[in-house]
């Protein structure tokens, strides 16, 4: 099993950047993906982004060209760049890890994003 935490989320104005890190520890090896999922209230879960192992990265078009997804295998922590933070990215984000994509079987407990207009 992984165990992830996420930090980095907060309040910021319409227009703005925050960044997101989810450290991973336990049974890391096993996590050749790593992704980040977020829940606005009354929504359902919303995939962002994903990462391989090797770096390869897939994003959702509703993100793609504002936020980057990246890790850094040797601290075992996944971080999402957010930029041109919109009011409509108000959620709860989380990173999971898993073996393989869309598979991800360990989560994160959450980080509050609010973006404010």
């Known amino acids: 099993q992984v165990q992830l935490v996420e930090s980095g989320g907060g309040l910021v104005q319409a227009g703005g950047s925050l960044r997101l890190s989810c450290a991973a520890s336990?049974?890391?090896?096993?996590?050749?993906?790593m992704g980040w999922f977020r829940q606005a209230p009354g929504k359902e879960r919303e995939f962002l982004a994903t990462i391989s192992l090797s770096g390869g990265s897939t994003y959702a078009d509703s993100v793609k060209g504002r936020f980057t997804i990246s890790r850094d295998n040797a601290k075992n922590t996944v971080y999402l760049q957010m930029n041109s933070l919109k009011p409509e990215d108000t959620a709860v984000y989380y990173c999971?890890?898993?073996?393989?994509?869309?598979?991800?079987?360990?989560w994160g407990q959450g980080t509050q994003v609010t973006v404010s207009s």
């Open positions: 336990g049974r890391t090896f096993s996590s050749n993906f």
């Open positions: 999971a890890a898993g073996r393989y994509h869309p598979q991800y079987d360990s």
